[in-house]
């Protein structure tokens, strides 16, 4: 990498950022272009992220990543938030264009792509997703445009109440579901596609988000965490065909990365560097 005056500057903003894959992935794609840029992680503790956005200007980046915690915090530091992201209420891309900063949130787009790379039509399907936090926001505003209904659980009912009501100000197809829904047989065997969008299964000891007893082979199984959770082991065993998240992050990030440069990301690139570091 040859650093020179003329380098320009991405990153990412969260808080813990050593364990992101986003700058193995975004280097090598600037590498393979001989685009003149780098990506660096910046670890932001939560009272300092309005000074970090401000740098952003000060240091003339050309953009950042915002992951957790400060997805949802940073939008009332830019200058502009893209319709999306402001209906999602959190952003995951800034670019930087003459220290007017724009807010992007590219995690929803990210998901459907990688379903559409995998040929997983959510068309006229019913979707069950789980979880109601800033991601399940992202991919819920995806899914629920395209789904002949969206099947919303989550373990705090005010939280999901809320996403159920801002998403059917759009779509008017999005139903809450119950705890005995998700352990129930009858309701289960009527979903096409199941989403994880909650942290359970980060952990090898959490419990499954839903009964994968009555997983059958008509389901696609989704988890937006990137390995092969205990959900997904138990849904291929039982013939589902399955997704992680891997394909979300790498998603995500080509559509940053085409945000801030402009220019065709070179996907094969970008997920060989994702899988690199991913092992
Ligand atoms: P978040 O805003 O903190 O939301 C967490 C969600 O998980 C909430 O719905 C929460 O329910 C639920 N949850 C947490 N612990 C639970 C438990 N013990 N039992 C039942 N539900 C529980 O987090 P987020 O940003 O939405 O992220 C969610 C997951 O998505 C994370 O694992 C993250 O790794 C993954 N993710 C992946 C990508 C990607 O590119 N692949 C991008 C973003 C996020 P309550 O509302 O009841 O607390």
């Not at 939008?75 to 670019?95: H, M, Q, R």
């Not at 939280?159 to 779509?171: E, P, T, V």
């Not at 009527?190 to 090898?204: F, P, Y």
Request: net charge neutral.
């Amino acid at each position: 990498m040859n650093i020179s005056g003329k380098t320009k500057i991405a990153g990412i903003f969260g808080h813990p950022v050593e364990h992101s894959l986003s700058p193995a992935m975004h280097n090598a794609a600037f590498a393979h272009l001989n685009l003149d840029y780098c990506y660096v992680p910046f670890s932001v503790a939560p009272h300092l992220l309005k000074q970090a956005v401000e740098s952003i200007r000060a240091l003339d980046l050309a953009g950042v990543n915002v992951t957790v915690p400060h997805k949802e915090n940073v939008l009332p530091f830019l200058d502009n938030v893209s319709e999306d992201a402001s209906f999602i209420g959190a952003v995951n891309t800034i670019k930087n264009i003459n220290g007017n900063l724009t807010g992007y949130n590219t995690d929803g787009q990210g998901f459907m792509q990688a379903l559409a790379e995998q040929g997983i039509e959510v068309k006229g399907k019913r979707v069950l997703m789980v979880g109601a936090g800033g991601a399940a926001r992202a991919v819920g505003h995806c899914l629920c445009k395209e789904a002949s209904s969206l099947y919303l659980h989550n373990r705090g009912i005010e939280r999901g109440g809320a996403l159920k009501q801002h998403l059917n100000s759009i779509s008017g197809n999005v139903l809450s579901v119950d705890d005995s829904a998700i352990m129930s047989r009858d309701f289960l065997s009527g979903m096409d596609i199941i989403v994880n969008a909650t942290s359970l299964g980060l952990k090898s000891d959490d419990p499954l988000p839903l009964n994968a007893s009555l997983l059958g082979d008509k389901h696609v199984v989704c988890d937006l965490i990137y390995k092969k959770t205990p959900l997904l082991l138990e849904a291929s065993k039982a013939g589902c065909r399955t997704m992680d998240g891997l394909g979300m992050l790498l998603w995500q990030g080509v559509l940053a990365f085409g945000i801030w440069t402009g220019v065709t990301p070179p996907v094969e690139v970008m997920r060989e560097a994702l899988g690199r570091g991913h092992k």
